[in-house]
């Protein structure tokens, strides 16, 4: 079993719409949860990161925790053609130990 | 604008010749990194920089090494490239302590 899973996709959308992207994990020692959008032959930008529970909201985009059900989301309300991209989810455990698990990623299509 | 540099963009090397992809940036963190992302896969941690310790990936094969002469630059040697190392090659860097990886542009590497 992965340490974190993540639907591929592809996901495809139409414009306006809410769209939910999910990871689940199965190591509890995961403190920190970062989702990063990669467009087509780009490196990853980091999006929201989001430390143990809760939720954060950064415009139209809200990063959610449920640490208890070991499972993150990330939500895009009023989705844009511009938010077609591979969205990664990435996670790291507390302590000296910098590195990141990642997602698969989700390819995501809007359409106009 | 602070940002993470990666040159090439675009690399072709012959089957065994070695390649020297290189990182640069301005954000004056400590740490660097190097991934190996393939098509439809989440990057590979190959090793990073902690200011000048070398931290190696169990995994990542001999062939792939790394040099970093200053805080600003780090370079990639594939001493004996295969068909197999054909991927996109992704350059972070991280602020000492901080989950928050930036990612520069990626060098994409073909194999003939």
């Known amino acids: 079993q992965k340490e974190v899973e993540q639907d591929p996709g592809p996901l495809s959308v139409p414009e306006g719409a809410i769209v939910s992207l999910n990871c689940t994990y199965s190591n509890s020692a995961f403190q920190y949860f970062m989702w990063y959008r990669q467009y087509s032959r780009k490196g990853p930008e980091l999006l929201m990161y989001t430390y143990s529970s809760g939720n954060k909201e950064d415009g139209r985009f809200t990063a959610q925790v449920d640490k208890s059900s070991k499972y993150i989301s990330l939500f895009i309300r009023d989705s844009q053609p511009s938010d077609s991209a591979t969205y990664l989810c990435?996670?790291?455990?507390?302590?000296?130990?910098?590195?990141?698990?990642w997602g698969l990623g989700t390819s995501l299509a809007v359409n106009p | 604008d602070a940002m993470v540099i990666q040159n090439p963009r675009y690399q072709v090397t012959q089957f065994g010749k070695p390649v020297t992809l290189s990182c640069s940036q301005t954000l004056n963190h400590n740490v660097m990194y190097w991934y190996q992302q393939k098509s439809s896969q989440a990057p590979k941690l190959l090793f990073h920089y902690y200011d000048k310790d070398f931290n190696n990936e169990a995994d990542t094969p001999d062939n792939f090494q790394s040099r970093r002469p200053n805080t600003s630059f780090c370079f990639l040697d594939i001493r004996s490239p295969g068909l197999g190392d054909a991927a996109m090659y992704l350059c972070?860097?991280?602020?000492?302590?901080?989950?928050?990886?930036?990612f520069g542009p990626g060098t994409r590497l073909t194999v003939t």
């Open positions: 990435a996670m790291k455990k507390t302590g000296n130990n910098r590195k990141l698990i």
């Open positions: 972070a860097t991280s602020r000492e302590h901080a989950y928050e990886q930036y």
